[in-house]
């Protein structure tokens, strides 16, 4: 995980993010989420998502709704235990 957090780390100054933006707990556990219970390429698109919806909402989007900020990623995750595929 060193490197891992070096990245990250690294990631969030090349973003201009202040330090400890990224919580890398969090995110990898909507990947596994979203991977397992949906299909493996779902798993950058829902991070992905949720980035967005978590950026939306901090710069105070008048759209923003419940569905974006800080409990996207469990909605997201909660979106894909539910989901079933034939």
Known sequence: MAE??????ALEA????????VDVGAVLDLARDAAHAVAR?????TTYAV???AGLAAAG???????RGPDAAE????????????
Not at 4 to 9: G, N, Y
Not at 75 to 86: E, G, I, N, P, Y
Request: net charge negative; charged share 15%.
């Open 4 to 9: 891992l957090d070096s990245w990250v780390e």
């Open 14 to 21: 090349e973003l201009g993010l202040p330090p400890g933006t």
């Open 41 to 45: 390429p779902a798993a950058p698109v």
């Open 51 to 53: 980035g967005y919806a």
């Open 61 to 67: 989007d008048m759209a923003a709704t419940a569905s």
């Open 75 to 86: 909605k997201a995750s909660s979106l894909a235990a539910r989901w079933v595929t034939d």
